[in-house]
């Protein structure tokens, strides 16, 4: 049902209903819970519609000319030699999208190992932004209620972490700090558009000159933030400042992957245990549902000691 049909059919009950209950009636549909589950799917129609907003904004693989450079060369320091990949923003595509860009032929799951030949092989495929999938799982799962509470986003790209903390969490303050100023342009495009300014701002800069944003935050996330972005030395020096300022007691650090694993191959001397605690996370709780398991159980969850 169209709009303008669906007011009209309200418009005709309302109308129908006996005057003495009419006043029971609007003060239900003011009150009621009953229409939770229309808003909270409203919350995920506002965050595809913004997807589709930016999809238009951007190149199929959701990168800028400005970044090519610096993750095609992280990913050869990572790699030395590495597997085909294929860029993909699971924010901008869902899974059933990349299929349909599959069937177009726009897209490839494989890559062919001997040229000519019908070997092939599962190309791997990156992300740069949460999806909307994960993006539930960390409001809804992951962190508890936000009212009141200040949340950072290092680099925020897109500013998927930051909408959906709009639509999903009671978080006073939603920050997000990226060094892409095109990435900053089209985060302040949609806060403009969806009217998201009082609650989320946009800082263009390096996260290495915001230790005051830092330590005042109450939760800080952390997507994959320098991995295929900064060169190794870089990525050290960045550590080190998010180590030093995120010292309050108390806070929640999200992070993707686990700090363990980000710090690995970094030659950096952390203690771990002097600084966080980690909060084991339920990743089973969409068990009934087609979810990538996978994808949540990167999603790590800290205490600050
Ligand atoms: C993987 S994306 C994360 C996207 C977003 N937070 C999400 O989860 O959907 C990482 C972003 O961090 C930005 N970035 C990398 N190093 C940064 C730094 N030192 N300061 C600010 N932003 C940085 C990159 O430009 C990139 O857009």
């Given at each position: 049902?169209e709009?303008a049909?669906?007011q009209?059919?309200v418009l005709?009950v309302?109308?129908?209903?006996?005057?003495?209950?009419?006043?029971?009636l609007?003060?239900w549909?003011r009150?009621?819970?009953?229409?939770?589950?229309?808003?909270?799917?409203?919350?995920?129609?506002?965050?595809r519609?913004?997807?589709?907003?930016?999809?238009?904004?951007?190149?199929?693989?959701g990168m800028l000319?400005?970044?090519?450079l610096a993750?095609?060369?992280?990913?050869?320091?990572?790699?030395?030699h590495p597997e085909p990949?294929i860029h993909?923003?699971a924010?901008l595509y869902?899974?059933?999208f990349?299929?349909s860009?599959?069937?177009?032929?726009k897209?490839?799951r494989?890559y062919?190992?001997?040229c000519?030949?019908?070997?092939?092989?599962?190309?791997?495929?990156?992300s740069?932004?949460f999806?909307?999938m994960?993006?539930k799982?960390?409001?809804?799962?992951?962190l508890?209620?936000l009212?009141?509470?200040?949340?950072?986003?290092v680099?925020?790209?897109l500013?998927?972490?930051l909408?959906?903390?709009?639509?999903y969490?009671?978080a006073?303050q939603?920050y997000?700090?990226e060094?892409?100023a095109d990435?900053c342009?089209?985060q302040?495009?949609?806060?403009?558009?969806?009217?998201?300014s009082d609650?989320?701002?946009?800082i263009h800069?390096d996260?290495?000159?915001?230790a005051?944003?830092?330590q005042?935050?109450?939760v800080?996330?952390?997507?994959?933030?320098?991995e295929?972005?900064?060169?190794?030395?870089e990525q050290?020096r960045?550590?080190?400042?998010?180590?030093q300022?995120?010292?309050?007691k108390?806070l929640?650090?999200v992070?993707?992957p686990?700090?363990?694993?980000s710090?690995?191959t970094?030659?950096?001397?952390?203690?771990?245990?002097?600084?966080v605690?980690?909060?084991q996370?339920?990743?089973?709780?969409?068990?009934?549902?087609?979810?990538?398991?996978?994808?949540?159980?990167?999603?790590h969850?800290y205490?600050?000691?």
């Open positions: 049902m709009l049909e669906a009209g059919a005709a309302l109308r129908a209903t006996r005057a003495a209950d009419l006043p029971r609007l003060h549909m009150t009621s819970n009953d229409f939770d589950d229309f808003m909270l799917s409203n919350n995920d129609v506002m965050l519609s913004i997807a589709e907003d930016l999809r238009k904004c951007l190149p199929i693989e000319n400005s970044e090519h993750i095609q060369r992280s990913l050869f320091q990572m790699h030395q990949m993909v923003d924010f869902d899974d059933d990349v299929d860009l599959c069937e177009e032929g897209m490839s494989n062919c190992v001997a000519g030949s019908h070997k092939t092989a599962p190309l791997e495929f990156i740069h932004s999806s909307l994960e993006l799982f960390l409001y809804q799962h992951v508890p209620d009212t009141g509470k200040a949340l950072v986003d680099g925020s790209r500013g998927a972490v909408f959906a903390g709009c639509l969490s009671s006073f939603l997000g700090v060094m892409n990435f342009h089209l302040e495009m949609m806060i403009t558009k969806y009217q998201f609650r989320v701002k946009v800069a996260i290495c000159t915001q005051l944003l830092l005042n935050a109450d800080v996330v952390m997507n994959n933030v320098f295929y972005f900064l060169g190794s030395l050290a960045a550590w080190e400042f998010i180590s300022n995120v010292r309050k108390g929640l650090l992070t993707v686990s700090l363990e694993e710090l690995s970094l030659q950096m001397d952390i203690q771990l245990s002097q600084w605690e980690e909060v996370l339920d990743y089973d709780v969409y068990m009934d549902k087609d979810i990538d398991r996978e994808a949540l159980q990167q999603i969850l205490k600050i000691v």
